[in-house]
C-alpha cells in the first residue's frame, strides 16, 4: 500500500471523527443561545433495502447522540413499514426538468410523510416545541 492512501476503516475513522467535532459544535452553539437541537436521521431509499453501509452511518450517529445527550430521530424503522409501492412514491424517481440531480431526492408526498413523522415524533418532546406550541396543549 502507498504511504498516502488511507485504508477504508482509516477514512472512516475520520470521517466518525469529524462528524462528531460538527455535531458537538452545532449542540453546543444552540444550547449557549438557549436553543435545542433535533437531529434527524433522514432516510433516504437504500435505507429501504437495508444497506449495510447507511446502517453503520445511522448507528454511529444513534451512539453519539446517546452518549452526548442529543435529541435524535432515526425515522429509517417506520420508513421499513412500508410497502415497496409506497416507499418508492416518497422520492423523485427521475431527474426533474431544469432540475439536475433531483432524482433521489423526497417527493412532494415524501415531504409530507417525512414532516407528518417528525412532528408526530417531536410531540412527544415538549422541550422540542416552540412555547406556542407548549401553550396550545
Known amino acids: 500500500m502507498e504511504p498516502d492512501r488511507e485504508t477504508r476503516e482509516e477514512t472512516a ?11 458537538r459544535s452545532l449542540h453546543d452553539r444552540h444550547r449557549e443561545d438557549g436553543r ?18 447507511t446502517d453503520l452511518m445511522r448507528n454511529f450517529f444513534a451512539a ?6 442529543w435529541f435524535f430521530l432515526d425515522l429509517v ?9 409506497e416507499a418508492g412514491e416518497l422520492f423523485i424517481r427521475e431527474d426533474l426538468p431544469g432540475f439536475t440531480a433531483s432524482r433521489g431526492h423526497y417527493s412532494e408526498k415524501g415531504n409530507r410523510y417525512v414532516a407528518d413523522l417528525i412532528g408526530r415524533k417531536i410531540s412527544r418532546h415538549p ?5 406556542a406550541a407548549i401553550r396550545k396543549q
Open 13 to 23: 475513522d475520520r470521517i466518525r471523527v469529524l462528524a462528531g467535532t460538527v455535531f
Open 36 to 53: 435545542t437541537v433535533l437531529f434527524v436521521y433522514l432516510p433516504v431509499m437504500d435505507d429501504y433495502r437495508g444497506a449495510a453501509k
Open 64 to 69: 453519539e447522540a446517546k452518549a452526548a445527550g
Open 77 to 85: 424503522a417506520k420508513f421499513r413499514e412500508l410497502e415497496p409501492r
Open 127 to 131: 422541550e422540542l416545541l416552540p412555547e
